[in-house]
């Protein structure tokens, strides 16, 4: 039995609902609401110590990392497949998901998160945000979620972030020259990891992702977008759309 922990249908839980729904995998949806810090409950740290989400937990056995989990997902399940067999177009589609990891994620996710926190944080009082911040396994995630809700991030920081996504949008811009998906002529968890954080971002990052910037890459997002399996991940209920459609993916 596979069973997914999730948050909303968005970032590194998007990344594996996009490959599961691709695969047409059935599995156990457990959504993981992190405005309510449900990731830093004692239940939810003894599947991953971490704090973090997506889990999946596969005849009992947990697998973290959303990258690990959908190359070990392509494994197991591997009609359709979602690694390139050649080996340098299996090279391209790691470097776009090492990136992705690295780079373009972390970006994303602190600018996302200063523009989210206080709808969480103001709802509560100091001792109570307090006593979330010590539950925090994490020592990064701690630092951001305690930045973010106080000072914040400083203007240099939030441009050095935007300057991150303009960045990321451009190597798929060029990459997109050379073929119609991110590691060359197949769709590839390559395509799926820079969807999972590019998806909300047409309308809310519009100077760094347009038809004159990046048209391919507006042009792949459009192509994604209609893929049924992407439909379906995206349609995937939680607690969190509203604050979603109001302020951006926070995570
Ligand atoms: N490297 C991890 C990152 C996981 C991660 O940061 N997940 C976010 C949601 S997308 C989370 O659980 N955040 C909870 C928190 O910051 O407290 C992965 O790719 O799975």
């Known amino acids: ?129 307090a006593a979330k911040l010590a539950r925090i396994p994490r020592e990064e995630k701690r630092e951001k979620w305690r930045i973010a809700a106080a000072q914040g991030y400083t203007a240099e920081q939030m441009a050095a972030w935007r300057r991150t996504l303009a960045e990321g949008i451009g190597k798929m811009e060029a990459a997109l020259a050379k073929g119609p998906w991110l590691a060359g002529p197949h769709y590839s968890l390559a395509d799926i990891a820079c969807f999972a954080m590019a998806a909300h971002m047409p309308g809310r990052f519009g100077d760094i992702l347009n038809e004159t910037v990046s048209p391919r890459v507006m042009d792949w997002h459009r192509r994604v977008r209609a893929r049924p399996a992407v439909a379906a991940a995206l349609a995937m209920p939680s607690p969190m759309q509203a604050a979603a459609r109001k302020h951006g993916p926070a995570s």
């Open 1 to 129: 039995m596979l069973e997914l922990y999730h948050a909303e249908p968005a970032s590194n839980s998007l990344k594996v609902l996009l490959c599961l729904k691709e695969k047409g995998i059935d599995f156990v949806s457990h959504l993981v609401n992190i405005q309510a810090f449900e990731q830093h409950e004692p239940q939810f740290l003894k599947i991953n110590p971490d704090g973090q989400v997506p889990v999946l937990v596969h005849d009992g056995t947990v697998i973290t990392e959303s990258t690990v989990i959908n190359e070990y997902l392509d494994q197991i399940f591997p009609s359709p497949p979602l690694r390139p067999a050649d080996p340098l177009e299996c090279a391209r589609m790691r470097l776009f998901t090492k990136y992705v990891d690295e780079y373009f994620r972390p970006a994303l996710s602190q600018i996302g998160w200063q523009l989210m926190i206080h709808t969480i944080t103001d709802k509560l009082s100091r001792e109570e945000f």
